[in-house]
Nanobody, 123 residues
Framework: QLQLVESGGGLVQPGGSLRLSCAAS????????IGWFRQAPGKEREGVSC????????KYAEPVKGRFTISRDNAKNTVYLQMNSLRPEDTAVYYC????????????????WGQGTQVTVSS
């Protein structure tokens, strides 16, 4: 059964850090790019970061550049999103999704999604 399962969300104070994980199963995950997206209440889903199937290429949205780092461990079928210097505006549900080979920050380019994990940045 094809699955993408996000974990690692939670409540953190501004300036804090979280590491999100996206665990893949039911398909050959090292053939697929993984993207991280987020959706805040009342807003459209937006691309945060993505990583190619090999891990050799990454992209970041401007608001998170220099603060977030995406990586993957294909032996563990897991992609990570390290989030540092978190801000209240980072509060959202974070989703991971898969796309064949090459990543994109366009959510319409992805064909399968996880259920999401809530990240709340608040004092």
């Amino acid at each position: 059964q094809l699955q993408l399962v996000e974990s690692g969300g939670g409540l953190v104070q501004p300036g804090g850090s979280l590491r999100l994980s996206c665990a893949a199963s039911g398909f050959t995950s090292n053939y697929y790019a993984i993207g991280w997206f987020r959706q805040a209440p009342g807003k459209e889903r937006e691309g945060v970061s993505c990583i190619s199937s090999s891990g050799g290429s990454t992209k970041y949205a401007e608001p998170v550049k220099g603060r977030f780092t995406i990586s993957r461990d294909n032996a563990k079928n897991t992609v990570y999103l390290q989030m540092n210097s978190l801000r209240p505006e980072d509060t959202a549900v974070y989703y991971c999704a898969r796309r064949y080979k090459i990543g994109s920050l366009d959510p319409h380019a992805y064909d399968y999604w996880g259920q999401g994990t809530q990240v709340t940045v608040s004092s």
